[in-house]
């Protein structure tokens, strides 16, 4: 049997794998169900209910406009009316939309779902890369893999390859599902109007950067296990990162008055890499009251160039420790 082919069983027969996409696709089956039930078609007899809300507030607004009018009429030394009462309601303020049940637009929302599809399973394959390779460590097995393929660098790379490729191909199938689940909910509770073909690209392209993101999530996890040789190594580290590194950080920033300080927080460049590019404003810097504070703008390729450094830095230790230690150590 091919290595390659060995590790792809190792990785479907790690009960802690099965269990982690079984929980994560238990977590989207319970949002699609949540918003399912919580969103409505919108039927000529819904408009025609909202519209009939919008015109009872409408008249309940101006009956109530007229009783204060007529109050202000006989005491107009009222402290209310003083301060010049109340303004008159418009027809334009009432709207039948403001009264509409929540509906799924596929075209305004679907990408919002896309978003978090790829953060979910992103977190879970950080986890699933650090078991993958951290459990072996610490049962042995992996010495005993390196005493039957002592080639240690093809041995880690192979396993690393297993790894993303299982990734890979649990990704675009979840996608595929997620992707039906939400145009079943947008055909029965909702609307697929607007789906041109450059809606579906750009559709396409967000969930090929949330796959991105899920393989490097993936392989940091796998990286940092392999380094500390124990899953509790990069499980650790990456809670010592959001919570040192993120509002330790965070606060150090703000109190030194560092311009434009989300730029150095990680769910900033994680939005821009989703939804391409992210709005940043300085907050220390003092405008006058008709301009709008300077702003800098995070792409996604900012932030593309630095997750690929990561990803790279952290892997190229892993490989160059699997090198030079001593695998009983």
Known sequence: MSLMKAERRRFLKRRMIVWTLVIFLGLLGTIGTIVFFTTQKVTPEVRAAAQA???????????????????????????????????????????????????????????????????????FSFIIGASFVGAEWRSGAMMNLLTWRPQRLQVLGTKLMALLASLAAFSVVSFGLWTAAMVGIASAHGTMEKMTNGAWQSYGLTGLRGLGMILAFGAVGFGLASIGRHIGLALGMALGVIILGQFGL????????????????????????????????????????????????????????????????VLAVAFYTMRKRDIAN
């Open 250 to 313: 965070m606060a150090v920033l703000f109190m030194a008055q560092v311009p434009y300080p989300e730029m150095y927080l990680i769910p900033s460049h994680l939005q821009a890499w989703m939804e391409k590019r992210v709005e940043i404003y300085d907050p220390f810097t003092v405008v006058a009251p008709n301009q709008e504070p300077p702003l800098r703008i995070l792409s996604f390729g900012d932030s593309g160039s630095i997750g690929l450094a990561v990803v790279a830095v």
């Open 53 to 123: 809300d919008a015109d009872r507030v409408y008249n309940e607004q101006m009956q109530f406009y007229q009783q204060m009018r007529a109050r202000c009429e006989q005491s107009p030394g009222d402290e209310m009316c003083a301060r010049g009462g109340i303004e008159e309601p418009q027809r334009e303020w009432f709207q039948a939309e403001q009264f509409m049940p929540p509906t799924f637009n596929f075209r305004n929302d679907a990408e919002d779902f896309v978003v978090t599809w790829a953060i979910l399973l992103a977190m």
